[in-house]
């Protein structure tokens, strides 16, 4: 057995004691394609930089241990409920927690459970398929055509792990109909003393003409680790406008990946990431304008303190015949620590004509020309930097796509950036 | 109240003030004038106490104080106000957070409370219509996107809502439209009062039409080269900084 697979046993007997319902043949064969490839290793280009040893280690001793009962925080679920106008739905260590869901029922928002067969398995991920062959419940939503909606649907992924380790999968496949608006908001929170690994992959399909806000929101306890891809499919004129917060977790990969399909889509991104003394945190977009024109913007912000290593690695390729595309890359970073390593690397791929793009990265301190000026109007050192350091946040968050959780963001950045400067652990 | 002693100060190798003596008494305007390059920024910067100049010797007291063994916020707070020649942008920190902050944080260094909310926001309503300034300008990120003239109005904003005892005013009236220009005269002017002193650095005579000054000195080379009322202002605008140079060195 490779160091990057899982016990062949655990694994089967794991996978058999699934229900036998209508993922069950995907699932086996989600099995038998991740039993051929285990994890990826440092050795794929994609995965340089970051090892998930201590991931596969945690998922090991969880299929060995009996799992874990879910424990959600549920007195903090109902606060955060409360505090956030959304209809919930509530995932809770990879399954649905229909008593702490909300909306269900709504009109034209249809939440089924996901069916899936060997034939939509995608050969491109391992991760995808560890998601697959070890799902216990999928879902699938479905925003009707014309459907749109001020309400946001909160996805509340809760993860918690009392007594042992514990491994989640979770998946969700949404599709929005033609000309549905709708503002999502993917809330990660996890409780429980043991460590935990969550897995997620979520789609989403935009047919023509459909609108998505996307706000992901991750403030993870530092002994869990997940990783997380979200595919985007653009379909004519459709549009989504993304942003992804990480502040937790001991180790975190998002791959953002975004299909351009159809002339006029549009697809903003951007990203904030904190990390402090032991956090990994990578995140790899992937952009594909195969049609144009089309524009797609990102910016991802950094800001690290301590033993911590990030990854920044934004892809765009644009398609022979693409022309006409509009694809702007940035990535800032702000080193608060020497000890702190960012690798930085914004990729382009251009086959088609016409087109305009351009990508920026900076790595740096603070500025000292600011620093200064903030001090002689009376805030002394430490308050100029918080105040500096916050900015640099805020310039995200003040244009994440659900306006109403500014706040809340905001808040819960300036908490992570008070525990940054304090040293004091999450 | 600022008595400055042979002051030499230096940036990397560069020596830039070379014994640089002056003293400003309450209630006193001075103007500071002189060619480019002259070290009168550098002056400013060392009395707010930038760290990038490395003073080599000469003394600087203010109050009685020594004013170097004291960190820039420190001084702030013992009412110096530096207003920048060159404003610094600073996205995404708000306009009325800033002039709150800084408020307070000489509120707190004098024993006094925080200031009320509304208060504040009528006080800095008030001194913006006076400045010409649309209150817009609070919620927007410090001079992030300012014009020339809009970043002059919002030092003059600081120092209006600060009401600093010694103000040093880095040429505040450079590249000014003669609206803007009365505008920041007339705040400067507001604030005259025998308890103050206000430094005004300039290398413009124009300024020095609308706020008086008791003392004009002249720069040059890093060094007081000249001294006089105001009537030195007028004699250099005819007869150009190459005379007191000239004068110095003969
Ligand atoms: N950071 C720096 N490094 C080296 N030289 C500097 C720096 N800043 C200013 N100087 C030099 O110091 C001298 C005085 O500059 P400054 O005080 O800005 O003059 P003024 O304000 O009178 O125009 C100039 O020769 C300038 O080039
Ligand atoms: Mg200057």
């Not at chain 1, 001090?375 to 310039?395: E, I, N, Q, Y």
């Not at chain 2, 001194?127 to 996107?145: I, Q, S, T």
Request: include cysteine; proline fraction near 3%; aromatic fraction near 6%.
């Amino acid at each position: 057995m490779s160091r990057r697979s899982l016990p062949i046993d655990a694994l089967d007997r794991t996978v058999a004691a699934l229900s036998d319902d209508a993922l069950a043949e995907a699932r086996h064969a989600a099995l038998a394609q991740f039993k051929k490839r285990g994890f990826p290793t440092t050795r794929n280009e994609n995965w340089k930089y970051t090892d998930l040893s201590k991931v596969i280690e945690l998922s090991r001793r969880s299929l060995q241990t009996s799992t874990d009962a879910e424990r959600p925080d549920i007195d903090r679920i109902r606060e955060l409920q409360a505090s956030i106008d959304a209809g919930w739905l509530v995932i809770a260590n990879g399954k649905l927690n229909r008593d702490l869901s909300t909306t269900l029922d709504e009109d034209g928002i249809e939440v089924s459970p996901l069916r899936l067969d060997s034939k939509d398995l995608r050969l491109e991920d391992p991760l995808a398929d560890l998601n697959l062959a070890l799902l216990k419940q999928g879902l699938s939503l479905r925003i009707a055509a014309n459907r749109s909606t001020d309400r946001p649907i909160a996805l509340l992924i809760v993860d918690s792990a009392g007594t042992a380790p514990v491994l989640s999968q979770v998946r969700i496949d949404i599709e929005l109909q033609a000309n549905a608006e709708i503002r999502f908001i993917e809330y990660h929170v996890s409780a429980g003393d043991d460590e935990h690994y969550s897995n997620a992959h979520i789609n989403v399909i935009a047919r023509p003409n459909a609108r998505a806000d996307y706000l992901r929101f991750q403030d993870r306890a530092l002994h869990h680790s997940q990783t997380a891809r979200l595919n985007v499919q653009l379909e004519t004129d459709s549009e989504i406008s993304y942003c992804g917060i990480d502040l937790g977790g001991r180790l975190t990969r998002n791959d953002l990946k975004i299909d351009i399909l159809g002339q006029g889509a549009s697809a903003i991104f951007d990203g904030l990431y904190i990390a402090a003394e032991g956090q990994h945190v990578d995140n790899h977009t992937r952009v594909d304008h195969r049609v144009g024109p089309a524009v797609s913007a990102q910016e991802y912000r950094g800001i690290l303190n301590g033993h911590c290593r990030a990854i920044w690695n934004g892809k765009a390729i644009v398609h022979a015949g693409a022309d006409g595309t509009d694809a702007q890359q940035a990535n800032h970073n702000l080193l608060l620590s020497e000890h702190a390593e960012i690798d930085a690397k914004p990729e382009l791929e251009i086959y088609a004509d016409e087109v305009k793009c351009a990508h920026g990265t900076t790595v740096g301190q603070l500025d000292e020309q600011a620093l200064f000026y903030l001090r002689s109007r009376g805030l002394d050192r430490d308050r100029a930097k918080r105040v500096l350091t916050r900015a640099f946040a805020t310039s995200i968050v003040n244009k994440s796509p659900i306006p109403e959780l500014h706040d809340l963001i905001g808040n819960a950045v300036e908490q992570r950036l008070r525990e940054l400067a304090t040293g004091v652990p999450q | 109240m600022l008595e400055i002693k042979n002051l030499k100060a230096r940036i990397g190798d560069a020596d830039i003030l070379n014994g640089v003596s002056l003293s400003v008494n309450a209630g006193e305007v001075h103007a500071i004038m002189g060619p480019n390059g002259s070290g009168k920024s550098t002056l400013a910067q060392v009395i707010a106490g930038h760290a990038d100049y490395e003073v080599t010797e000469g003394t600087v007291s203010y109050n009685g104080h020594d004013l170097l063994a004291l960190e820039p916020e420190e001084r702030a707070r013992e009412g110096i106000f530096l207003g920048f020649q060159y404003p610094v942008e600073i996205p995404g920190v708000n306009n009325a957070y800033l002039l709150k902050a800084a408020v307070n944080a000489k509120r707190e260094h004098q024993g006094l409370e925080e200031i009320d909310a509304f208060e504040f926001l009528k006080l800095a309503r008030e001194k913006m219509a006076v400045l010409g300034m649309d209150p817009k300008f609070l919620n927007r990120g410090v001079n992030e996107g300012f014009s020339g003239g809009e970043k002059k109005r919002n030092e003059i904003l600081q120092m209006a809502m600060l009401e600093p005892s010694l103000a040093i005013l880095d040429e505040t009236d450079s590249g000014l439209d003669i609206d803007a220009l009365k505008a920041v005269a007339g705040g400067v002017n507001a604030l005259r009062d025998p308890e103050r002193a206000i430094v005004l650095v300039t290398h413009y005579q124009r300024l020095l039409d609308y706020v008086e000054p008791d003392f004009v000195h002249v720069l040059s080379e890093g060094r007081i080269a000249r001294s006089g009322d105001k009537s030195l202002a007028l004699e250099l605008e005819e007869k150009g900084y190459e005379w007191v140079r000239e004068a110095a060195n003969a």
